[in-house]
């Protein structure tokens, strides 16, 4: 056995140990042979803390440098890395501390102290700190070890990684993330999107996440490029390194808040091939004003935690608008029916279910649930409803548990959310369903305006009446400032569920 997904980083940075991996705006920069010896000094000193193959090394600390060397060194020392947002509070991670074990805690300095009793709990051996700066005890113990460490064997079916999803229902649950699934993804990502060692990608996503870890990092280092490595997202600071960079991979908050910058121009986005958008539906609106500024059409891709990315628009040919694109190479997707897992014939809407080497092993301890989201044929079923056009491109109408079952209709939130935001005036809006007396379920539309216009329940309504049918159409328009979102800029509509359930109780009969 080999170490494989760093065997695959050595072989891809090979002849080019001398040229520049990271560079911050702060002025850290790094080669390719420094990010070896740095990862390798990170793997012994968790080996000194007692770390073994197989054991977990759960990290919940802000982006910087020596955040990457700490996965890479996790990695190398045959270790199953789990980043945790650092935005979790105690009582979170006491759940996620209880339920993956792990042998080692990394946090920041500052929380050391208050997650001791945590992390005692769990039975954590060692709770190390480093900090945004670089600072901690893990770095000043990483300082002492060697540059050199003979990775300890893992196979394509050893675990890397484990990552919580957001467990918008219920208990999060550990995704058991394989070296097989990260380097298979890597590779397809790095060919399908044309990625070269002459490639500098602009990194502005969190780290804690499959999107700015696995994906943007991994198919990076599997290319031999350069990172210039952003601690946040921040548009003006984005916009000045952008003349440097080639590509950049985003949320849609990242393109709608760069599109408020009096600096995005053609002129300083002429040196970009590629901006990619994910973890989120991109507007259509945030596209086409984009594609107008910068001449740049945004490449749209969909993936999850449990299978990294899983389709792709293409980089030649047509970045179709309302799709996520086509099945990524060696990856099987298909619409099913949701109970029976029947195929559902082309242009139908259903679950979409995926099949290949991107697809995650299970879940952490728990066998049962693992069962129930695989098929008898191995497609897991991803919870994601869509459906596939005649020329092969993959349409997300919304999560399965987001359908509304209204007077026995079935009503797909995105199809509803597409025509209200063609409104003018119309920011964004999330469709969901409410409980309701007569219908079961009521469709609500929660609806943010453009700053400065003022939009009316009765227009809206009035507008949609001549482009939806009836059973379609909101019961009801909530106008907000904002909707909440996760970490990644996902919608959180199980949180307006929650907040407008009582709506249909205090309010007439509709």
């Not at 628009?313 to 897992?341: F, H, K, S, W």
């Amino acid at each position: 056995m080999i170490n494989h997904i760093f065997k695959k980083i050595r072989d891809a940075m090979r002849g080019r140990e001398s040229r520049t991996f990271l560079e911050t705006p702060a002025g850290v920069s790094w080669t390719y042979a420094a990010m070896e010896a740095l990862s390798a000094r990170y793997a012994s000193a968790l080996a000194g803390l007692g770390l073994k193959p197989g054991g977990r090394v759960a990290a919940q600390v802000e982006k910087s440098p020596e955040a990457l060397m700490l996965y890479l060194g996790a990695i190398r020392a045959g270790a199953v890395f789990l980043p945790l947002n650092p935005a979790y509070t105690s009582t979170e991670l006491d759940y996620f501390l209880g339920d993956a074990e792990p042998t080692i805690l990394v946090c920041d300095p500052s929380r050391r102290d208050g997650l001791a009793p945590v992390a005692a709990r769990a039975g954590v051996r060692s709770l190390e700190t480093l900090s945004a700066d670089g600072q901690g005890s893990l770095p000043d113990r990483s300082a002492t070890c060697p540059p050199d460490f003979s990775d300890v064997p893992r196979g394509p079916d050893d675990l890397a990684a484990l990552l919580y999803t957001s467990g918008t229902t219920g208990r999060s649950k550990g995704a058991m993330l394989t070296h097989g699934n990260l380097a298979s993804n890597a590779e397809v990502l790095a060919s399908f999107w044309r990625f070269s060692p002459d490639d500098v990608l602009l990194h502005a996503l969190p780290i804690f996440h499959t999107h700015g870890l696995f994906v943007a990092i991994n198919t990076l280092l599997l290319s031999g490029g350069k990172i210039l490595f952003m601690a946040k997202f921040d548009p003006g600071l984005c916009l000045a390194l952008m003349p440097r960079a080639t590509t950049m991979m985003g949320v849609p908050t990242f393109y709608s808040r760069l599109l408020q910058h009096k600096d995005l121009s053609r002129e300083r986005t002429a040196h970009m091939r590629l901006f990619i958008s994910g973890s989120a539906p991109l507007l259509e609106e945030t596209r086409r004003t984009w594609f107008e500024r910068t001449g740049h059409a945004i490449l749209e891709r969909y993936g999850m935690t449990e299978a990294n990315m899983i389709t792709s628009n293409p980089y030649d040919g047509e970045r179709r608008a309302g799709t996520v694109g086509l099945p990524l190479p060696g990856i099987a997707v298909r619409i099913a029916e949701p109970d029976t897992g029947a195929v559902i014939a082309e242009g139908k809407t259903g679950v979409i279910e995926v099949n290949g080497p991107n697809v995650f092993k299970g879940y952490w301890r728990n066998p049962e649930k693992t069962a129930q989201e695989f098929r008898s044929d191995g497609f897991f079923i991803t919870g994601d409803l869509g459906k596939i056009d005649s020329e092969g491109y993959v349409h997300i109408l919304g999560r399965a548990k987001d359908l509304i079952i209204s007077g026995g209709f079935n009503v797909y939130p995105k199809e509803v959310e597409t025509e209200i935001d063609a409104l003018a005036g119309v920011a964004e809006s999330a469709v969901i369903g409410l409980p309701h007396s007569d219908f079961g379920e009521a469709v609500v539309a929660v609806v943010v305006p453009v700053p400065g216009v003022s939009l009316d329940e009765q227009s809206v309504q009035d507008t949609l009446a001549k482009r939806l049918a009836k059973f379609k159409l909101p019961k009801c328009v909530i106008f907000v400032d904002d909707v909440p979102r996760n970490a990644m800029g996902k919608v959180q509509k199980n949180l307006l569920r929650e907040t407008f359930k009582d709506l249909f109780v205090a309010r007439a009969p509709v």
